[in-house]
């Protein structure tokens, strides 16, 4: 078995008895989802990204999407009842999270965020998802994001449009 690393997100899923089976790759970065699906010869929709995002208000979110997608801010500020949403500059993604940009799961966190889970994510038999480190995720039965997060589910995904 591969030796990997054991961050917070591990802990968090052997502490909620979560079946995964980790995935260790070169992390390039800047690659995203892209990277991480070549690598690993999954499709880049399978692979979750984990983003941190805040309201107008300031107030820290985690949204999680598929690899091949985008986030409708308009659509999710829209669902959630705020004036707007935007993406976190690493640094402070960082602070809100724990984990560095790159290597960002949403198991684990240094505090507890609302997430917000792309609804179409459940209709996938088995996901890829960060594990806490750059070059690290873990697949797992994305049906145990409800059972571990509780999430609240929106439908804001868009097609990508060129390079993330």
Aim: charged share 25%; net charge positive; aromatic share 6%.
């Amino acid at each position: 078995m591969t030796k990997h690393p054991v961050t917070p997100a591990i802990h968090f899923l052997r502490d909620n008895n979560v079946s995964f089976t980790p995935h260790l790759y070169e992390y390039e970065e800047r690659g995203g989802t892209a990277v991480s699906s070549k690598k690993l010869g999954v499709p880049e929709h399978i692979v979750v990204k984990t983003l941190v995002m805040e309201t107008d208000q300031k107030e820290p979110l985690v949204v999680l999407m598929h690899g091949d997608r985008n986030v409708s801010l308009k659509e999710l500020a829209r669902s959630i009842g705020v004036k707007s949403i935007s993406p976190c500059p690493p640094e402070v993604a960082n602070r809100h999270s724990g984990y560095q940009v790159g290597g960002t799961s949403p198991f684990g966190l240094r505090k507890k965020l609302p997430i917000y889970l792309q609804e179409t994510i459940l209709d996938l038999p088995l996901i890829y998802i960060n594990g806490g480190g750059k070059g690290f995720l873990v697949s797992l039965d994305p049906r145990e994001i409800i059972r571990t997060l509780q999430p609240k589910l929106v439908n804001v995904a868009i097609e990508s449009k060129g390079m993330k």
